[in-house]
């Protein structure tokens, strides 16, 4: 697909000089006659953190799912990686393709240890890697999202919310993806877990790979955030610099509307 350059908006958006790594063009989702995603555009730049926010079901995890086609592909649109189309890929393609996420609801393997989770995502995308290189870089990815050594051995399933989303988070990125999509890591986290989760997005970025994340905690999406999408009802209503579209009166009233009933 072509892939047209973002312009700077009059608000001082980000305005790359790259060309985009990942572009979405016209996405829709419609589930039966709800428009659960509505002709949603945009790109992301390498090195970027893209945050996604917008009320409850206006459509952001249908985005995630969607772009990766877990569980299901768009209605209409086009994704594409660095200029490739995505569409005639399935699910294991696009994930070993350079497009990994995370889910909403923490997603681990209850009965497998830490480090056996991640070799399971290591061994999907280097199967012929020898079996004590796999070990190995499943202990270096969890080091990168600080997961404590002394638990790689522990059953996942019986570990806190913070460390199983921790798990996941270091599953997509044993398939090395050049962009992950992150859905609301910081849901259910205590204030100090979230600065947590916030040094690990910065850390994933810092190793290389662009974001694009979800999130309801407001505060960590402005902090780490270069540009700020906002969705509504399945369309998106602003985008641009975090500190101006969180101000914007559409997205003002989109949250109170919400709020409000
Ligand atoms: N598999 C599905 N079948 C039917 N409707 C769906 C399905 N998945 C999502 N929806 C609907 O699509 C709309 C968007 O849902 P989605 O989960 O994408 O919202 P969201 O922005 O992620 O919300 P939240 O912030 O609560 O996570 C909602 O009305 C939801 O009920
Ligand atoms: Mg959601």
Redesign the pocket.
């Known amino acids: 697909m072509k892939v047209s350059p973002l312009r700077p908006s009059a608000a001082g958006a980000f305005a790359p000089m790259s060309e985009p790594l990942l572009s979405a063009r016209g996405l829709t989702k419609h589930?039966?006659g709800?428009k659960?995603?509505d002709d949603v555009s945009f790109d992301v730049h390498p090195g970027e953190i893209l945050g996604i926010a917008?009320?409850?079901?206006?459509?952001?995890?249908?985005?995630f799912?969607i772009i990766t086609k877990v569980p299901?592909g768009p209605t209409a649109g086009e994704v594409a990686l660095d200029g490739r189309s995505l569409g005639g890929l399935g699910a294991h393609a696009i994930a070993l393709s350079g497009v990994a996420r995370t889910f909403?609801r923490e997603n681990v393997f209850a009965s497998l240890s830490a480090v056996d989770n991640v070799l399971v995502a290591v061994e999907a995308h280097a199967p012929k890697l020898q079996f004590d290189q796999q070990v190995a870089r499943a202990g270096q990815i969890l080091d990168l999202v600080g997961y404590p050594p002394t638990m790689h051995n522990m059953l996942a399933g019986g570990v806190p919310i913070f460390y199983r989303k921790q798990l996941m988070i270091a599953s997509a990125l044993a398939l090395k993806p050049r962009v992950i999509l992150m859905?609301?890591p910081a849901s259910s986290l205590t204030g100090p877990e979230i600065d947590r989760m916030r040094d690990i997005v910065l850390a994933i970025r810092a190793s290389g790979v662009t974001v694009v994340l979800?999130e309801?905690v407001l505060s960590l999406l402005m902090e780490v955030s270069d540009r700020l999408i906002v969705?509504d009802q399945?369309r998106v209503i602003a985008s641009g610099a975090p500190r101006v579209v969180i101000a914007d009166a559409k997205v003002v009233e989109a949250y109170l509307g919400v709020a409000h009933g």
């Not at 917008?54 to 985005?63: D, H, R, V, W, Y």
């Open positions: 589930f039966g709800l659960a995603v917008g009320p409850n079901g206006s459509g952001k995890s249908t985005l799912n299901f909403q859905d609301e979800i309801h969705l399945g």
